[in-house]
C-alpha cells in the first residue's frame, strides 16, 4: 500500500519560498507513476499543480510554471514542491499524491497547510 | 484550460435519500486511445480526498455499489443511491484528459 507524507513549515512570509517534502512509503518512487502535488484553497477550490514522473520528467500546471518546481531525492523516496515569490493567495492545505494507472490519484498525503503572512 | 462546472454547488438530504451530481466539461473528455478520464473524488471533513470513481462509471476498489457514475464526451453524473452519514462532504470531478488537469468546484452534500 502506497503511503504519503507532506511535511513543512507552516508559515511562509510573503515573496519568499514555500518548500514541502512528501515521503513515500510502500513503493519506490523511481519503479513508476508520477508523483503529484494539488492544494486545496479556503473554501473548497482545489488546483492541480504538477507531477514529477517515475523518471523524473516534470509536468507543471502554467498557471505556476514560472514559480514552481518539484524534485526528488531517490536516495530517501522523497519528492518536493518548491513554489517561489509566494503572496497571500498561495495559502492553501498542500497534497501530495500518487497518480497510478488509469491516471487516478489513488493515494494522498494528509495535507500540510501553509500559511502566506507577514 | 478546461473547465468543470459542477452542479449544485450544495446538496441537502435526508438519509436514504438519492442524490444527483452532474459534472460538465467545456470540451470533450474522450481521449485519443479512446479512454475518458473523468474521476470523482470525495473529500470527507478533516480528511484528505478519496478516490470513488474513475474512467466514468468505474468504482474504485472497496467503493459501494450506491456509488454509479455515468456521461460521456462533456456531460458527466454521480448518483448516489441511499445516501449514509458516511457519504457526507465535499464532492470534486476531475479530468485528466487533457493538461492541466482540472476539478471541478466541488458540491456539498450534507444532511437536511
Known amino acids: 500500500e502506497i503511503q504519503l507524507q507532506e511535511s513543512g513549515p507552516g508559515l511562509v512570509k510573503p515573496s519568499q519560498s514555500l518548500s514541502l517534502t512528501c515521503s513515500v512509503t510502500?513503493?519506490?518512487?523511481?519503479?513508476?507513476?508520477?508523483w503529484s502535488w494539488i492544494r486545496k484553497f479556503p473554501g473548497n477550490k482545489m488546483e492541480w499543480m504538477g507531477y514529477?514522473?517515475?523518471?523524473?520528467?516534470?509536468n507543471y500546471n502554467p498557471s505556476l510554471k514560472s514559480r514552481i518546481s518539484i524534485t526528488r531525492d531517490t536516495s530517501k523516496n522523497q519528492f518536493f514542491l518548491q513554489l517561489n515569490s509566494v503572496t497571500t493567495e498561495d495559502t492553501a492545505t498542500y497534497y501530495c499524491?500518487?497518480?497510478?494507472?488509469?491516471?487516478?490519484?489513488?493515494?494522498w498525503g494528509q495535507g500540510a497547510s501553509v500559511t502566506v503572512s507577514s | 484550460d478546461v473547465v468543470l462546472t459542477q452542479t449544485p454547488v450544495s446538496l441537502s438530504v435526508t438519509l436514504g435519500d438519492q442524490a444527483s451530481i452532474s459534472c460538465r466539461s467545456s470540451?470533450?473528455?474522450?481521449?485519443?486511445?479512446?479512454?475518458?478520464?473523468l474521476e470523482w473524488y470525495l473529500q470527507k471533513p478533516g480528511q484528505s480526498p478519496q478516490l470513488l470513481i474513475y474512467?466514468?462509471?468505474n468504482r474504485f476498489s472497496g467503493v459501494p455499489d450506491r456509488f454509479i457514475g455515468s456521461g460521456s464526451g462533456t456531460d458527466f453524473t454521480l448518483k448516489i443511491s441511499r445516501v449514509e452519514p458516511e457519504d457526507l462532504g465535499v464532492y470534486y470531478c476531475?479530468?485528466?484528459?487533457?493538461?492541466?488537469?482540472?476539478f471541478g468546484a466541488g458540491t456539498k452534500l450534507e444532511l437536511k
Open positions: 499524491a500518487s497518480i497510478t494507472d488509469y491516471y487516478v490519484m489513488d493515494a
Open positions: 510502500g513503493y519506490t518512487i523511481t519503479s513508476g507513476y508520477d
Open positions: 514529477i514522473s517515475y523518471s523524473g520528467s516534470t
Open positions: 470540451q470533450s473528455l474522450e481521449y485519443s486511445d479512446g479512454y475518458t478520464y
Open positions: 474512467e466514468v462509471s
Open positions: 476531475f479530468q485528466a484528459t487533457h493538461d492541466p488537469y482540472t
